[in-house]
């Protein structure tokens, strides 16, 4: 239960940009493959695509802009 309100704070929390959520989750993905635990990695990496899809990232055209450019990779690092 504590795991899944954490999970909903990261989708709802507006602190941070979208791109820096993303990133947050991406790298909390990336230390939980050190774990034990398949289950949580698989549940982080949904929890990052949901938010990415809730947010549009997969919708972005490059720009030119360096922010956009880190958010199309963030999106496709997430997706593949």
Same mark, same amino acid.
């Given at each position: 239960? !504590? &795991? =899944?309100?954490?999970?909903?704070? $990261?989708?709802?929390? *507006?602190?941070?940009?979208?791109?820096?959520? !993303? &990133? =947050?989750?991406?790298?909390?993905? $990336?230390?939980?493959? *050190?774990?034990?635990?398949?289950?949580?990695?698989?549940?982080?990496?949904?929890?990052?695509?949901?938010?990415?899809?809730?947010?549009?990232?997969?919708?972005?055209?490059?720009?030119?802009?360096?922010?956009?450019?880190?958010?199309?990779?963030?999106?496709?690092?997430?997706?593949?």
């Amino acid at each position: 239960m !504590l &795991q =899944a309100q954490a999970d909903q704070n $990261i989708l709802t929390d *507006h602190s941070y940009r979208p791109l820096i959520r !993303l &990133q =947050a989750m991406l790298l909390y993905a $990336i230390h939980a493959l *050190h774990g034990e635990s398949t289950p949580r990695v698989v549940h982080i990496t949904g929890v990052a695509m949901r938010f990415a899809v809730m947010k549009r990232f997969h919708c972005l055209v490059h720009d030119g802009t360096a922010e956009t450019t880190m958010a199309i990779k963030a999106w496709w690092c997430i997706y593949s």
